[in-house]
């Protein structure tokens, strides 16, 4: 495969989330023509994508289109003529009473879906997949450190009872389908696995992540079960990795991208000394979080993308001062 000469066309699925909006900006600023994918109208004002018109260079090279998973052919018409497709969209909108199965089916068959527009197209030289740290998280070997070798296995996972299981199953059948299906068709398919992505966000709502990543700031006890050891990243380093991987002709197969690790108590001690102004110290004490019982996850390691040539430009800091900027510019907390 040849190196990007040039900033192409390229669409990606998804344009009003967390990750996707922001790989929106970034791309559009480094003079890509883009295409991005919405589940609600374009054309409809009142449906909350006027933070994506008004991006820097989105009047010139930024084009929106209507598509959904559910409707997979609907994705034709964005991708026909594109060079590079990010595919960062995932089902959403299940509920609680949803079969797994049916939620599993969903989540494949979009995808599928998507990578066949790609092929149809006649265009598309690489596809870059998001995929979810849920897929290699939980293995149950009880390995140390998880590479892009590490699969979750689903027994062990569903043995778990996590919150949301059915969606996060999916993301691991739908990465091997992706995966299959690319070597099937011959369609150059990279993914990257982002662990928990936390910074700064130009979307309206507070994304998922984030509040997970802040769960001691915003008091939400509940979630710290999930932070006993967390793997991190900053939201600026998942876009530009995702770039880097469309225009590296070496990238091949998946790639963990993953900056930071941190326990629980050191999240406590980092942000009461940061913040001292959230008063984080009042809510907690070092003692109270002995309590708290959680998962057992490995480390990760970005080695193979760190070698590629990929370097990380944030640090913790830069991950909570963004997420907690951003929250306080839109009257979050």
Same mark, same amino acid.
């Given at each position: 495969?040849?190196?990007?000469?040039?900033?192409?066309?390229?669409?990606?699925?998804?344009?009003?989330?967390?990750?996707?909006?922001?790989?929106?900006?970034?791309?559009? +600023?480094?003079?890509?023509? $883009?295409?991005?994918?919405?589940?609600?109208?374009?054309?409809?004002?009142?449906?909350?994508?006027?933070?994506?018109?008004?991006?820097?260079?989105?009047?010139?090279?930024?084009?929106?289109?209507?598509?959904?998973?559910?409707?997979?052919?609907?994705?034709? +018409?964005?991708?026909?003529?594109?060079?590079? $497709?990010?595919?960062?969209?995932?089902?959403?909108?299940?509920?609680?009473?949803?079969?797994?199965?049916?939620?599993?089916?969903?989540?494949?068959?979009?995808?599928?879906?998507?990578?066949?527009?790609?092929?149809?197209?006649?265009? $598309?030289?690489?596809?870059?997949?998001?995929?979810?740290?849920?897929?290699?998280?939980?293995?149950?070997?009880?390995?140390?450190?998880?590479?892009?070798?590490?699969?979750?296995?689903?027994?062990?996972?569903?043995?778990?009872?996590?919150?949301?299981?059915?969606?996060?199953?999916?993301?691991?059948?739908?990465?091997?389908?992706?995966? +299959?299906?690319?070597?099937?068709?011959?369609?150059?398919?990279?993914?990257?696995?982002?662990?928990?992505?936390?910074?700064?966000?130009?979307?309206?709502?507070?994304?998922?992540?984030?509040? *997970?990543?802040?769960?001691?700031?915003?008091?939400?006890?509940?979630?710290?079960?999930?932070?006993?050891?967390? =793997?991190?990243?900053?939201?600026?380093? $998942?876009?530009?990795?995702?770039?880097?991987?469309?225009? =590296?002709? =070496?990238?091949?197969?998946?790639?963990?991208? &993953?900056?930071?690790?941190?326990?629980?108590?050191?999240?406590?001690?980092?942000?009461?000394?940061?913040?001292?102004?959230?008063?984080?110290?009042?809510?907690?004490?070092? &003692?109270?979080?002995?309590?708290? +019982?959680?998962?057992?996850?490995?480390?990760?390691?970005?080695?193979?993308?760190?070698?590629?040539?990929?370097?990380?430009?944030?640090?913790?800091?830069? *991950?909570?001062?963004?997420?907690?900027?951003?929250?306080?510019?839109?009257?979050?907390?």
């Amino acid at each position: 495969m040849e190196e990007y000469s040039g900033k192409g066309v390229v669409c990606v699925t998804g344009g009003t989330g967390f990750v996707a909006s922001w790989l929106i900006m970034r791309l559009l +600023e480094q003079g890509y023509t $883009v295409r991005t994918t919405v589940r609600s109208n374009p054309t409809d004002g009142k449906q909350g994508i006027g933070y994506l018109r008004d991006l820097p260079g989105a009047k010139e090279r930024l084009k929106i289109f209507n598509a959904d998973l559910d409707r997979p052919d609907s994705f034709n +018409e964005a991708i026909e003529g594109c060079t590079g $497709v990010f595919h960062v969209a995932h089902p959403t909108g299940f509920t609680k009473e949803e079969a797994e199965e049916m939620v599993i089916k969903r989540a494949t068959e979009g995808t599928i879906g998507v990578l066949q527009a790609c092929l149809n197209s006649k265009t $598309v030289k690489r596809v870059v997949y998001t995929s979810g740290i849920s897929t290699v998280l939980f293995s149950g070997n009880g390995q140390q450190v998880a590479d892009e070798s590490a699969w979750t296995d689903i027994d062990y996972f569903r043995s778990l009872n996590v919150i949301g299981n059915p969606s996060l199953i999916a993301k691991t059948y739908t990465e091997r389908a992706a995966l +299959e299906f690319a070597e099937q068709h011959g369609l150059d398919l990279v993914t990257l696995i982002p662990s928990l992505v936390l910074g700064p966000f130009i979307c309206p709502k507070i994304p998922r992540s984030v509040h *997970m990543g802040l769960a001691m700031v915003l008091g939400n006890r509940n979630h710290y079960r999930f932070l006993i050891k967390s =793997n991190m990243v900053h939201i600026d380093d $998942v876009a530009i990795a995702h770039i880097f991987l469309l225009e =590296n002709s =070496n990238a091949k197969g998946r790639y963990l991208c &993953s900056s930071n690790e941190v326990s629980l108590n050191e999240m406590f001690e980092f942000l009461s000394a940061r913040y001292p102004d959230l008063q984080i110290p009042a809510r907690e004490s070092i &003692s109270s979080l002995k309590d708290i +019982e959680g998962y057992k996850i490995c480390s990760l390691s970005s080695k193979k993308l760190l070698d590629c040539g990929f370097k990380f430009k944030y640090g913790l800091g830069d *991950m909570f001062d963004g997420a907690i900027q951003s929250c306080k510019e839109k009257g979050l907390f």
